[in-house]
């Protein structure tokens, strides 16, 4: 069973930035993976994904702000966010996608002024 370990989140201002980490205990290789967020009282979404080529896609809301990375050697997924805003406040998770792992525990962040 493939284990995920999510951290790197915390509590910025609007305009600020993290950079969030995701270690996976299993192989990278030819795995796509993604950044998925879930805010309050809403359903989880697809922030940013990354093909085993390193092509990424973004939700039209972060495009711009937030850049997702892979390092297959050290097993981690990795989401830069910069120009962070209140509405991204959510806790962040990575996955495999299409999802088929189960949910690792996520790491919050707060924009906050």
């Known amino acids: 069973q493939v284990k995920l370990v999510e951290s790197g989140g915390g509590l910025v201002q609007p305009g600020g930035s993290l950079r969030l980490s995701c270690t996976v205990s299993?192989?990278?290789?030819?795995?796509?993976m993604a950044w998925y967020r879930q805010a309050p009282g809403k359903q989880r979404e697809l922030v940013a994904r990354?093909?085993?080529?390193?092509?990424?896609n973004y939700l039209d809301s972060v495009k711009g702000r937030f850049t997702i990375s892979r390092d297959n050697v050290k097993g981690a997924v990795y989401l830069q966010m910069d120009s962070l805003k209140p509405e991204d406040t959510a806790v962040y998770y990575c996955?495999?996608?299409?999802?088929?792992?189960?949910w690792g525990q996520g790491t919050q962040v707060t924009v906050s002024s």
């Open positions: 990354i093909t085993t080529g390193s092509t990424t």
């Open positions: 299993g192989t990278l290789f030819g795995i796509y």
């Open positions: 996955n495999n996608d299409p999802r088929t792992w189960s």
